[in-house]
């Protein structure tokens, strides 16, 4: 259920994306007969990584047709192939029309529901609820074994620059900042990290290395703070996901509720009805 539930999600995002309304819409292809106009060509432009969609449209557009005139040669070979009347190729048509009618419903019935002021309100009771814990400010210089850790640490006592040793030591990517991690709450670290870095005092460093799956570290806390909320335009496509999810959910339970359902094992003998779920359990988990 969940599964096919985050696919309607997505669909539901990819339906959402309205094509250009353009003054003019020239012919810009012509194949076999078949015209192509500038709009249908641009209306491909959703389907590209959102990396690439960000291009210009002038360079984009010879991509785009070209591409699109591909498409439909492809398709007009595979007609002539005979390949659609095949009982697996009308079944799967079948299957994917019955999917897109569904897809757009759930569009229908959800879009209304994900407003500005719904999104604003949801991030309301985001800050409302969100947990009061400290953030640390977390350095580290990670290596391959416990000896080597055990040096840096030794170098430290006598002196050593922290960042330097980052920088001549550490293995991970952030060697070069000096090994700093930034800001975590303790539910966001590895366990291991978590206990050792949350039990030191802002200023000091690891006395004995920690362990994990990355390797070994040498830790050494900067600072800590009062965690803060994230901004809303941080977290504004994240609610916006999260409320059409759970609009989602919401319908399927009504239209369940509303039709008799029937499930039976591969035995045919009738499936334990599932328990309803208390209100609490129900809760959304808000983004942090």
């Known amino acids: 259920m969940k599964t096919s539930l985050l696919k309607s999600i997505s669909l539901i995002a990819f339906l959402a994306v309205s094509s250009p309304v353009l003054a003019a819409d020239p012919v810009v292809g012509v194949v076999n007969g078949h015209k192509f106009t500038y709009s249908q060509v641009m209306e491909t432009k959703s389907s590209l990584p959102k990396q690439y969609q960000s291009a210009p449209d002038d360079k984009l557009f010879p991509v785009l047709l070209n591409q699109l005139v591909d498409t439909y040669l492809i398709g007009e070979a595979a ?5 659609a009347q095949k009982p697996e190729v009308q079944k799967a048509i079948a299957k994917a029309t019955e999917g897109i009618i569904a897809q757009a419903y759930l569009l229908d019935k959800v879009k209304g529901t994900i407003t500005d002021a719904a999104v604003q309100a949801k ?19 990670l290596v391959d ?3 080597t850790a055990q040096s ?24 070069k900042e000096g090994g700093d991690l930034g800001f975590f709450r303790k ?5 291991e990290l978590a206990d050792a870095a949350f039990a030191l005092t802002a200023g000091s460093y690891s006395q004995e290395p920690v362990k994990t799956d990355f390797g070994w570290h040498v830790l ?17 496509s994240e609610l916006k996901s999260l409320m059409t999810q759970e609009a989602v959910v919401a319908l399927v339970k009504d239209l ?33």
């Open 145 to 147: 074994n416990k000896e």
């Open 79 to 83: 007609q002539a192939s005979g390949e």
């Open 123 to 141: 991030y309301a009771e985001v800050i409302k609820n969100f947990p009061q814990e400290k953030e640390v400010h977390l350095k580290h210089i």
């Open 220 to 236: 050494k806390v900067e600072e800590f703070r009062d965690a803060k909320p994230p901004k809303f335009e941080e977290v504004q």
């Open 256 to 288: 369940r509720s509303k039709a008799k359902v029937e499930l039976f094992d591969k035995n045919g003998k009738p499936l334990p009805q599932e328990p309803e779920k208390k209100p609490e359990a129900e809760a959304s988990k808000a983004p942090t």
């Open 152 to 175: 840096v640490i030794k170098a430290l006592k006598g002196g050593g620059d922290f960042k330097k040793l980052a920088q001549a030591k550490s293995k991970d990517e952030t060697a």
């Open 187 to 191: 539910s966001e670290l590895p366990k």
